[in-house]
């Protein structure tokens, strides 16, 4: 009953900007840590940042500093930030989101993915 919808992906030069959205929506009680991934082809799934509900960061080596990761409780949404992309950025991103549906018990959610391309 619950769905993840990403949006903002797309095709950008190097040192430009893209911001990321997932929104959650379907019967939820709350929502806890939400988070960001990536994969590229050929690699393996990495985490590129997180955030708590109490709102504390954390980001891959690979992004702090270029990247942001923030959240609207009211709107059940994460966002990501991305500045200064570089062409090793390119992937598919994918949300991820702790989320209690009113019983005791917190599932782990994911969006589709969306194509984020560094080129010029």
């Known amino acids: 009953q619950v769905q993840l919808v990403e949006s903002g992906g797309g095709l950008v030069q190097p040192g430009g900007s893209l911001r990321l959205s997932c929104a959650a929506s379907?019967?939820?009680?709350?929502?806890?840590?939400m988070r960001w991934y990536r994969q590229a082809p050929g690699k393996q799934r990495e985490l590129v940042a997180a955030?708590?509900?109490?709102?504390?960061?954390n980001y891959a080596d690979s992004v702090k500093g270029r990247f942001a990761i923030s959240r609207d409780n009211a709107k059940n949404t994460v966002y990501l930030q991305m500045n200064s992309l570089k062409p090793e950025d390119t992937a598919v991103y994918y949300c991820?989101?702790?989320?209690?549906?009113?019983?005791?018990?917190?599932?782990?959610?994911w969006g589709q993915g969306t194509q984020v391309t560094v080129s010029s």
């Open positions: 991820n989101l702790d989320i209690q549906r009113g019983a005791p018990i917190i599932d782990s959610y």
């Open positions: 379907g019967s939820i009680f709350s929502i806890n840590a």
């Open positions: 955030i708590t509900s109490g709102g504390s960061t």
